[in-house]
């Protein structure tokens, strides 16, 4: 590292924490805010991203200009959220919570009850002891400020663990809000993320939005990648070449939260190549040849009226498919309209269609209250049109030949046990297309799917999940003809 680069450094790390030492005396009001070069700031990130092991291998610089677009100076506050978002955050006192009466004494599901407290804190007492502290009444502190109760919830536990009878302090954010990239800059930017998946489909929520019954991965762990294989068969003297993977490049363009508005707040963009091929001088049935050439589209719309607040997700996509050699032509397209609602009564009550719907609640044990539900079930609906043209079918393909023009709703429910074997979830998607041109068989789709989490290590990421699978009717665009079952057994370890 060079002295230039810790200059740098240690300049832009005395600018950023000066309003924090010195947040009893705020600057005069209307004075303008410090700003940071953009070389300031991307040495800064530098030095970040070296010394911080959160943070190797992130791009912050980039995704500086990503956020606030590509500007000369930065304000401190938006250098310096980027690492750390809370750090303008100022602690507001939190009421004191009024003393329950009249529990019951049987305990729900997430309480603890008043013995397990009581042990839990008397252990606390002698971890105080062996660690030289003094011993801390935790128990006299709870009945003080939550009463003497046949149980509690994990939000009080942690409360008096962490604050005793002080008054509980929240984070109050800073409001510093990005602001959002204009123009086309954010197509030029999204060439620096080109991903290399297994598919078009191999993608994390938030990289394309586009796609429309994808189970999507929620973390890296997740995703499956392109795959190259040989395998020789020495008995029979046969080779076979596989090749499954894809080229993607998704971007996305924000802007800022508006209701009623007649621009998207989020569009995004995803083209990509995929390809499936299975080369084999064995048996020729085992062959696959396929590659897909995609642009997905994204875009999302807000509406606000009085409790009711909706949206509206519009999904598109083109494929052209063919083969490596050129044989098979298939053009198609996909449109997708879903709106989604949720309206919050008076009393906290909820109902949506899009969102989660809890049934039966629980009191949550985590601290973001995620384990709220011990039944939640989930309702969509939406239109579906694709229109395309099968030109010629290729030898492995097994499509309906013509143009074709096609539209109808989809419903989809699941149903989430997550407190029973530790996660159950059931789902079924029904889908009924029309046929305004082309074949008038095969119209209905039916897909019923089930989850099973048989074990499941959260902090060791280890998960084993059973999962079933039927489908019946016709696939999207080739409408070729499918009635499958299918059973397995998912390992993450």
């Known amino acids: 590292m060079n002295t230039l680069a810790v200059r740098h450094w240690l300049a832009l790390l005395g600018a950023s924490w000066i309003p924090l030492l010195q947040a009893g005396d705020p600057p005069a009001t209307g004075a303008p805010e410090r700003t940071l070069s953009s070389e300031e700031a991307r040495q800064y990130f530098k030095m970040v991203e070296t010394l911080n092991p959160k943070f190797q291998g992130v791009d912050l610089f980039w995704q500086l200009q990503d956020r606030y677009g590509e500007q000369a100076s930065y304000p401190v506050s938006e250098v310096i959220t980027l690492v750390d978002p809370g750090a303008l955050d100022k602690m507001v006192d939190q009421p004191m919570p009024p003393v329950p009466t009249g ?8 309480a603890f009850s008043h013995d397990e407290v009581k042990q839990y804190f008397a252990v606390l007492g002698e971890k105080d002891l062996a660690q030289g502290k003094t011993r801390v009444d935790r128990l006299g502190a709870l009945y003080q400020k939550y009463g003497e109760q046949p149980w509690y919830t994990a939000r009080e536990i942690r409360d008096i663990e962490k604050n005793l009878l002080r008054t509980v302090q929240l984070a109050a954010p800073s409001g510093v809000k990005p602001r959002p990239p204009t123009g086309w800059r954010p197509v030029f930017r999204g060439f620096h993320c080109i991903k290399i998946r297994s598919d078009w489909t191999d993608l994390l929520a938030s990289e394309d939005r586009s796609q429309t019954d994808t189970i999507k991965a929620k973390t890296m762990d997740d995703l499956v990648g392109a795959k190259l294989s ?45 390809v499936d091929k299975v080369d084999t001088n064995a048996d020729p049935k085992n062959e696959v040849d396929y590659v897909y050439y995609r642009v997905g589209l994204y875009g999302k719309w807000l509406f606000k009226q009085g409790d009711f607040v909706s949206t509206v997700q519009m999904r598109a996509a083109y494929v052209y498919a063919t083969d490596t050699s050129g044989n098979g032509r298939l053009s198609g397209g996909e449109f997708d309209v879903e709106p989604q609602m949720i309206r919050r009564g008076t009393s906290g009550e909820q109902f949506s269609i899009g969102f989660k719907n809890t049934l039966i609640p629980k009191i949550p044990v985590k601290e973001d209250n995620s384990d709220d539900s011990l039944v939640d079930c989930q309702i969509r609906a939406w239109i579906h049109a694709e229109i395309g043209d099968v030109q010629r079918s290729a030898a492995k393909w097994e499509t309906v030949d013509g143009s074709f023009i096609r539209a109808g709703p989809t419903v989809q429910m699941q149903l989430n046990f997550p407190e029973l074997l530790r996660g159950v979830s059931l789902t079924s998607k029904y889908s009924y297309l029309q046929p305004f041109r082309g074949p008038e068989r095969h119209n209905n789709s039916l897909k019923l799917s089930a989850a099973f989490t048989l074990a499941e290590n959260e902090a060791q990421g280890q998960k084993i999940s059973l999962t079933a699978e039927y489908l019946k009717g016709s696939l999207i665009l080739s409408k070729q003809y499918v009635e499958t079952t299918t059973v397995g057994l998912s390992l993450i370890y």
């Open 103 to 110: 529990r019951r004494k049987a305990i729900p599901f997430g």
């Open 230 to 274: 040989y395998s020789r068969d020495g008995r029979n003297h046969t080779d076979t070449l596989s090749i499954v993977g894809a080229v993607i490049v998704p971007f996305t363009w924000r802007k800022d939260v508006e209701y009623n508005q007649l621009k998207p707040v989020i569009m995004s963009v995803a083209p990509s190549v995929s």
